[in-house]
């Protein structure tokens, strides 16, 4: 038997989840293997300060941390509704916060007509400038041609 096995069983074992034909190979392997055997009783002696540290515990030790932990929970809320605003400011602040959001939503909106705005003014200047060109091509081609005489 392996013993990194072994050791696997030995935790089971004291978890009481092995069957009894492993309890045997286990013991089997106990009384052949010393180094196993020696981590067994080590186990067997952390197993047993465990259960007796258990049954040292007093009697009404659960009933005093229950308590304590009540006596906590009275505390925390009673210093938690100390330190709440009172309602009429929670109410003032709600009224700002909406009032700045609506603020920023019309600017928003404002900025997005002032855009629109500047687009159709550009695309009507646009077609001016365009009309303004087309106008100055027409007045240069109707100018008589003009004849340079050179003197030689």
């Given at each position: 038997m392996n013993c990194s096995n072994t050791d696997t069983?030995?935790?089971?074992?004291?978890d009481n989840e092995l069957s009894k034909e492993e309890e045997s190979f286990l013991f089997t392997h106990l009384a052949q293997c010393e180094d196993c055997k020696n981590n067994f009783k080590a186990l067997n002696r952390v197993q047993y300060e465990f259960r007796k540290g258990e049954s040292e515990?007093?009697?009404?030790?659960e009933q005093r941390i229950f308590n304590t932990i009540r006596t906590k929970e009275r505390h925390a809320v009673t210093n938690s509704s100390k330190k709440r605003l009172p309602t009429y400011l929670i109410y003032g602040y709600?009224?700002?916060i909406?009032?700045?959001?609506?603020?920023m939503v019309y600017q928003f909106y404002d900025l997005k007509?002032?855009?629109l705005n500047y687009k159709e003014n550009f695309e009507v200047t646009?077609?001016?400038?365009?009309?303004?060109?087309k106008q100055i091509s027409a007045l240069i081609n109707e100018m008589p041609a003009v004849k340079v005489k050179?003197?030689?």
């Open positions: 069983m030995m935790h089971e074992y004291f515990l007093p009697e009404r030790l709600g009224v700002i909406t009032m700045l959001f609506l603020f007509n002032e855009t646009m077609v001016q400038i365009d009309l303004q060109q050179t003197s030689v």
